[in-house]
């Protein structure tokens, strides 16, 4: 009987060691996974700054072509 509970505690032992190999397996992958999302996060904020600085840059540029045409309608009248 004794070799019987050993044997089925060897078997359950085995199980949950293959079992925590597994989730370790699926953690290093879930990092790497992080590791990638936090690069293409860094590379899309980097992205974003670029955008709002061209834009910044339009803007600027439309108000002086604004304030150009407004003096020159002032003049003109």
């Known amino acids: 009987m004794s ?4 044997s089925q ?7 949950a060691l293959d079992t925590i190999e597994l989730l370790k397996m699926e953690l290093d ?3 790497q996974n992080n590791a990638q999302l936090k ?3 860094q590379q899309l ?3 974003k700054q670029e955008l709002e ?11 002086t072509m604004l ?5 020159e309608v ?3 009248l």
């Open 3 to 6: 070799l019987e509970l050993l």
């Open 9 to 15: 505690l060897e078997s359950k032992v085995q199980a």
């Open 29 to 31: 992958e879930e990092r």
């Open 39 to 41: 690069q293409e996060q």
């Open 45 to 47: 904020v980097e992205q």
């Open 53 to 63: 600085q061209q834009l910044q840059q339009w803007n600027s540029k439309v108000n």
């Open 67 to 71: 304030d150009r045409i407004n003096q």
């Open 74 to 76: 002032k003049e003109a």
